[in-house]
């Protein structure tokens, strides 16, 4: 089969097409023909070597494909099933703990940049009914991830305010999964054409920040000075104490990226005055995403996707990535 791999110490430039033999399904596993993947940024700091792995290492994280063959013991699916990779294969269901967090497709393990892969049975799901590979495959780490933020850490009812940040997967699926459950939205980005299209997905008010640094204010402004329930965090430290001033009391703070660093300061007086909370958060288990499968066939939602690339322009896709020019998911379709 063929695959892209990532030779130390990663680079875009260094990625390269390999040959690799498709193996044969174990007891409890199951050969998938990988259709899509979807980059996300920890597939990012994969192969630019920021999150050092094996030498050559297949990278991406989510996959989306067909049942070619079913190892014994495997009662879940059989040849030709349409399936959805789990993010954390060994995290099923139950609160995180640090060895259901291991074997993360394209990092621990290999992962979807491959037209065959061979995993444990319990580390997929079924797609939901209706959608493509590609649009499948934007649901296992960004889909989940946000689902997780909006309906697992917190208790969110019709009416809330809820910030999203930038226009990523996550931030996107967060806005849509709000406005599903009829909570109100406020995102911010650095882009007026984005903001516009943040606000036909349904966002009620949104911000510029460059041209408001201080929009932790405009939030309480907009808020009537009651603050939002939930601030979707993806930015890190440069954005969270900004996100401290937006919250409400008794609010939460879903933190879930990192785009400018991994340590700052925290305003923690201001925090705690609030009796608000900081939520760390990477994706979820597989129960969360079996209810979030459910939730998006109930409800209609469809994935937005910026675009989509052939697995052997990954280093291309990538580099859109890095522009940060992108709307919603960039997708990797895979022997189409």
């Given at each position: 089969?063929?695959?892209?791999?990532?030779?130390?110490?990663?680079?875009?430039?260094?990625?390269?097409?390999?040959?690799?033999?498709?193996?044969?399904?174990?007891?409890?596993?199951?050969?998938?023909?990988?259709?899509?993947?979807?980059?996300?940024?920890?597939?990012?700091?994969?192969?630019?070597?920021?999150?050092?792995?094996?030498?050559?290492?297949?990278?991406?994280?989510?996959?989306?494909?067909?049942?070619?063959?079913?190892?014994?013991?495997?009662?879940?699916?059989?040849?030709?099933?349409?399936?959805?990779?789990?993010?954390?294969?060994?995290?099923?269901?139950?609160?995180?703990?640090?060895?259901?967090?291991?074997?993360?497709?394209?990092?621990?393990?290999?992962?979807?940049?491959?037209?065959?892969?061979?995993?444990?049975?319990?580390?997929?799901?079924?797609?939901?009914?209706?959608?493509?590979?590609?649009?499948?495959?934007?649901?296992?780490?960004?889909?989940?991830?946000?689902?997780?933020?909006?309906?697992?850490?917190?208790?969110?009812?019709?009416?809330?305010?809820?910030?999203?940040?930038?226009?990523g997967g996550v931030s996107v699926f967060a806005l849509q999964f709000a406005r599903q459950m009829g909570c109100r939205v406020i995102a911010t980005s650095s882009s007026d054409a984005k903001l516009a299209s943040l606000q036909a997905l349904g966002a009620e008010q949104v911000i510029n920040y460059r041209e408001v640094p201080t929009w932790g204010q405009r939030v309480q402004d907009i808020t009537g000075g009651r603050g939002v329930d939930l601030v979707v965090e993806v930015g890190g430290p440069a954005t969270l104490?900004?996100?401290?001033?937006?919250?409400?009391?008794?609010?939460?703070?879903?933190?879930?990226?990192?785009?400018?660093?991994?340590?700052?300061?925290?305003?923690?007086?201001?925090?705690?005055?609030?009796?608000?909370?900081?939520?760390?958060?990477?994706?979820?288990?597989?129960?969360?995403?079996?209810?979030?499968?459910?939730?998006?066939?109930?409800?209609?939602?469809?994935?937005?996707?910026?675009?989509?690339?052939?697995?052997?322009?990954?280093?291309?896709?990538?580099?859109?990535?890095?522009?940060?020019?992108?709307?919603?998911?960039?997708?990797?379709?895979?022997?189409?």
């Amino acid at each position: 089969m063929q695959a892209i791999a990532v030779p130390k110490p990663g680079g875009l430039d260094t990625l390269k097409i390999v040959q690799r033999e498709a193996r044969a399904p174990q007891h409890g596993e199951i050969q998938v023909q990988v259709k899509a993947s979807s980059l996300n940024f920890h597939d990012y700091v994969v192969v630019t070597g920021l999150l050092p792995t094996d030498d050559g290492r297949i990278p991406l994280s989510d996959g989306a494909g067909v049942v070619t063959a079913v190892g014994e013991g495997v009662a879940d699916f059989a040849v030709g099933d349409k399936v959805l990779s789990c993010f954390f294969p060994a995290w099923v269901d139950g609160r995180p703990t640090q060895p259901k967090l291991i074997g993360v497709p394209g990092d621990h393990v290999d992962g979807f940049a491959a037209e065959f892969v061979t995993m444990s049975a319990q580390g997929f799901t079924r797609m939901p009914a209706g959608f493509d590979f590609a649009e499948a495959a934007t649901l296992t780490c960004a889909g989940l991830t946000a689902w997780r933020a909006l309906m697992v850490e917190t208790h969110l009812r019709p009416g809330d305010w809820v910030l999203v940040q930038g226009s990523g997967g996550v931030s996107v699926f967060a806005l849509q999964f709000a406005r599903q459950m009829g909570c109100r939205v406020i995102a911010t980005s650095s882009s007026d054409a984005k903001l516009a299209s943040l606000q036909a997905l349904g966002a009620e008010q949104v911000i510029n920040y460059r041209e408001v640094p201080t929009w932790g204010q405009r939030v309480q402004d907009i808020t009537g000075g009651r603050g939002v329930d939930l601030v979707v965090e993806v930015g890190g430290p440069a954005t969270l104490p900004q996100s401290v001033k937006a919250v409400a009391y008794d609010g939460c703070i879903s933190m879930i990226g990192v785009l400018t660093g991994i340590a700052g300061e925290v305003p923690t007086a201001e925090l705690f005055q609030k009796n608000a909370r900081i939520s760390g958060i990477t994706v979820g288990s597989r129960a969360q995403q079996l209810d979030m499968l459910a939730a998006v066939e109930a409800g209609g939602i469809k994935p937005v996707i910026d675009s989509r690339y052939p697995l052997e322009e990954l280093a291309a896709a990538f580099r859109h990535q890095e522009s940060q020019q992108h709307f919603g998911k960039i997708c990797i379709e895979i022997g189409a």
